[in-house]
């Protein structure tokens, strides 16, 4: 029997629902956001309920995330890939992806992509997800308002095993190949804690959210700061530094 993402979610939120699934820090900010699986998943339900229900993104569509290579290590764009999992989508970073997606997910530095014909999503990446403010163009939505609008819960459709799901210069993912790695612990609690610095997209994913599904534990992200800095971070956190 294959295992997707949305199976591992599902899965964590019944050892540990209550429990922190990432930490997120900015140090040069001075941030620190902090997700149970829980607030995890009712995020990626709201994120999955707009794709399907109001941008019409379905089971085998790419949907460009230049906020993955903007900020690959932010508790949001985990959430976008997640919901793009769940919904049987796949991300997608190729050269071609502005000109094949009908989607692009981005940070807060829209102008970039004002030009796109494609509908365009724009994330303020401030605390808590208070949104971009005033002025926004009609074309461009405001990813913290939208998702805030959804239902809470996501009844996903049938995903296909096979299907693609993360597609770059170097790699391509099915759903199952991201949820391959050691089974979830069959017991109560986290059972892991580590902190990574985010480095490229895929790295980060793999090594911050999908690492810590598979294990059943948690991660810490830390963004900036010295080796100093994650060592205190990590000490703070009880979470293993490096690999």
Request: hydrophobic fraction near 45%.
């Amino acid at each position: 029997m294959n295992t997707l993402v949305a199976d591992l979610v599902r899965a964590r939120l019944r050892i540990a629902g209550g429990d922190p699934l990432i930490t997120y820090y900015d140090v040069a900010k001075g941030e620190r956001i902090e997700l149970s699986a829980v607030t995890f998943a009712n995020w990626v339900a709201k994120t999955a309920n707009l794709l399907s229900w109001e941008i019409s993104v379905a089971p085998a569509d790419p949907v460009a995330l230049p906020l993955a290579v903007e900020a690959p290590g932010h508790w949001m764009t985990a959430v976008w890939e997640v919901a793009l999992w769940q919904i049987g989508a796949y991300v997608d970073l190729s050269a071609e992806a502005l000109g094949r997606a009908g989607v692009v997910v981005c940070g807060p530095d829209w102008q970039a992509y004002a030009d796109a014909t494609a509908d365009l999503l724009a994330c303020s990446l401030q605390p808590f997800a208070t949104g971009l403010g005033t002025g926004l163009p009609p074309s461009v939505t405001d990813v913290d308002l939208a998702i805030r609008a959804q239902p809470d819960s996501y009844r996903p459709m049938p995903v296909d095993p096979g299907a693609l799901a993360w597609l770059d210069a170097e790699h391509r993912w099915s759903q199952t190949d991201l949820s391959a790695g050691p089974a979830v612990p069959a017991k109560s609690g986290v059972t892991t804690r580590r902190l990574i610095v985010p480095t490229d997209p895929w790295s980060t994913a793999r090594d911050g959210i999908l690492a810590a599904l598979r294990s059943g534990g948690s991660v810490v992200i830390v963004v900036g700061g010295s080796a100093g800095d994650q060592t205190k971070i990590g000490a703070a956190e009880h979470a293993d530094v490096g690999d």
